[in-house]
């Protein structure tokens, strides 16, 4: 890839890309922990962020609807709006 040849591709970068598609992927931490050689998942958490995709997908297998209480509906309405339009 051409736009490659401008960034600066570094080992951390290499392995912050792995661990984040291995986590993607529903690998769990532990295992992603083992393969970067990590002793603590500590460490592990520097590697493998979730970013916004995994965190809609995440949303998107929750069902809030039997949550809806009058107190939900009046407190946060804009709350209820956002994770529905995700």
């Known amino acids: 890839m051409p736009s490659l040849a401008k960034k600066r591709v570094s080992p951390h970068t290499i392995r912050h890309t792995t661990a984040v ?7 769990d931490i532990n295992t992603i922990r083992a ?3 990590h002793v603590s998942l500590d460490t592990t958490h520097v590697y493998a962020e979730v970013d ?3 965190k809609a997908k995440a949303l998107a297998r929750v069902d809030i609807s039997d949550l809806q209480t009058k107190t939900h509906q009046r ?3 804009s709350l ?7």
């Open 21 to 27: 598609h291995l986590l993607r992927a529903g690998v």
């Open 35 to 37: 393969w970067l050689g």
């Open 52 to 54: 916004m995709e995994m």
């Open 75 to 77: 407190t946060l309405p």
């Open 80 to 86: 209820v709006a956002f994770l529905k339009a995700l």
